[in-house]
């Protein structure tokens, strides 16, 4: 098989569904969006969710960085591009981009693991992985924030229950959805208030349905806080540093 194109660029609409209060595109919904292309541009190149579960695989993320410019309007047309980076041995990188009129709006780096169904381990990148020309941009050079699992004596956010709509074709709880129950321990006044426009996520245990996870809070010295996420068993599943 000849080299397969290593992203895919769209137009793409912020429609209201995807917005806040303030008719501007929320962070849950710009990662939803990233997550969409991602799926569409790995179908194209056959590494999608459905080729990946013909050979007993599945997708997840283990680390996302999101930093927003300018969040867009209701309505307002966006440039969206996706593209994959050289893989190693056992995790790939996804960047995506939204822009209006050559203007960055948001970009995501992200970290991915295929892991088996039959015993949840990382399988080699190099049995399916596809052969790219890889001409897009290079990764940021920044690395991803270091994010201790201590979280002994900080602050208590809230607690959310994992329902069957948080649930992803992994059978565990979206990626997305940890950071929508995180802001929702949040009002709006306080979210506005936060204006956060940078978020470092990393994905470290797999929930499921009819669980509880008990989010808290610390401050940080570089960003605004750090947030965990605390599962049943006394266990860090998700972290992020906002600011």
């Known amino acids: 098989m000849g080299k397969v194109r290593c992203s895919l660029e769209a137009e793409m609409r ?15 919904a710009m990662l939803d969006m990233f997550q969409d292309s991602a799926g569409i541009h790995a179908e194209s190149v056959g590494i999608g969710a459905m080729a990946l579960e013909e050979r007993g695989l599945f ?6 960085r999101l930093r927003i410019n300018r969040r867009p309007l209701v309505q307002e047309m966006l440039d969206s591009v996706t ?12 960047d995506w981009s939204i822009s209006k009129n ?3 709006l948001a970009y995501v780096r992200s970290i991915w693991a295929a892991l088996r169904r039959d015993n949840g381990r990382p399988a080699h990148m190099a049995d399916f992985y596809p052969d ?25 956010l809230g607690e959310y229950r994992i329902r069957s709509v948080d649930i992803d074709r992994g059978g565990h709880m979206n990626n ?12 709006c006044a306080q979210l506005a208030e936060m204006d956060i426009h940078e978020l470092d996520m990393q994905f470290l245990l797999q929930c499921y349905e009819g669980e509880t996870i008990r989010f808290v809070k610390r401050p940080s010295e570089k960003w605004l806080m ?13 972290m992020a540093a906002l600011r």
């Not at 997305?176 to 009002?187: D, E, I, P, W």
């Open 176 to 187: 997305v959805n940890y950071v929508r129950a995180m802001f929702g321990c949040f009002s």
């Open 102 to 104: 050559g203007e960055t």
């Open 14 to 28: 912020t429609m209201p569904s995807m917005c806040d209060e303030d008719s501007l595109m929320s962070i849950p």
């Open 59 to 64: 997708w997840i993320v283990s680390k996302t």
């Open 132 to 156: 790219s020309d890889f001409t897009m941009a290079p990764p940021d050079s920044e690395p991803f924030t270091r994010i201790s699992q201590k979280f002994d004596g900080a602050e208590p």
């Open 83 to 94: 593209w994959i980076q050289p893989a190693d041995r056992a995790s790939c990188e996804r």
């Open 226 to 238: 750090e947030v965990g996420a605390i599962n049943e068993a006394g266990r860090v599943c998700f």
